[in-house]
C-alpha cells in the first residue's frame, strides 16, 4: 500500500510539472507570435500594436494618441531593404501650447540601436513630423530599439500628476 501511495504521489508530481511546462511554451509561443506581428510604423491608438510602446508612453486617449514622459521608446520592425540602404525615421506628434509655455523650448533627439540622430528644437506650439534618416547599420535585424528624449518637459505634479512630454499619434520606420 505505501508503495502505491508513493508511486501514485510521483505519478502527480510529475504530472503537476508537465501542467507547469504548458504555460511557459504558451508564452514562449506568444512572444514569438508578437516578434512576428511587429509592424515597421505604428499608430499609438492601436491596440495590437500596444506591446511596440515599450516606454515613458501613458495609456491610450480619446481612441487616438498618447502623452509620452519626457523620455520614450517604441520597438519598429525595419523595412525590407532598409539594413542595405538605411530608413527614415518618422515620429507623428504635437506640442500643446501649455506644455511649450511651461518649458519655452524643447528639443526632440532619438537614438536607434546605438546609433544617435540629430534633434530638433521646437519653440511654439502645435503639431509636427520629425523626420530624420537612420544609417542601415543601426537597422540589423528583425527588430530595432528606438529611444526618444527631450530635454525640457512638463515634470509630474506641475499640471498633471504624469510627467508630459509630447502627444505623439504615429512613429514609424520608413523605407528610402
Not at 508503495?3 to 510529475?14: I, K, Q
Not at 540629430?118 to 547599420?137: I, L, W
Request: hydrophobic share 45%.
Amino acid at each position: 500500500m505505501r508503495r502505491l501511495t508513493t508511486l501514485l504521489l510521483a505519478a502527480a508530481l510529475v504530472a503537476g510539472l508537465a501542467a507547469c511546462k504548458k504555460p511557459k511554451r504558451a508564452s514562449a509561443i506568444a512572444q514569438e507570435d508578437a516578434a512576428a506581428g511587429m509592424r515597421s510604423s505604428v499608430h499609438a491608438a492601436d491596440p495590437k500594436a500596444a506591446v511596440q510602446f515599450v516606454r515613458g508612453f501613458h495609456e491610450v486617449e480619446q481612441n487616438s494618441w498618447r502623452w509620452t514622459s519626457g523620455k520614450f521608446a517604441v520597438t519598429l520592425r525595419p523595412p525590407a531593404t532598409a539594413a542595405q540602404k538605411g530608413a527614415t525615421l518618422v515620429l507623428e506628434f504635437a506640442l500643446p501650447d501649455p506644455i511649450i509655455d511651461k518649458v519655452k523650448a524643447t528639443t526632440l533627439a532619438a537614438n536607434v540601436n546605438g546609433a544617435a540622430i540629430d534633434g530638433e528644437t521646437y519653440t511654439k506650439g502645435g503639431s509636427y513630423t520629425y523626420r530624420k534618416d537612420v544609417p542601415a547599420s543601426a537597422l540589423q535585424g528583425d527588430a530595432v530599439g528606438v529611444d526618444f528624449a527631450l530635454n525640457n518637459f512638463v515634470k509630474a505634479g506641475e499640471i498633471d500628476a504624469r510627467e508630459l512630454g509630447v502627444i505623439v499619434s504615429s512613429v514609424g520606420l520608413e523605407a528610402k
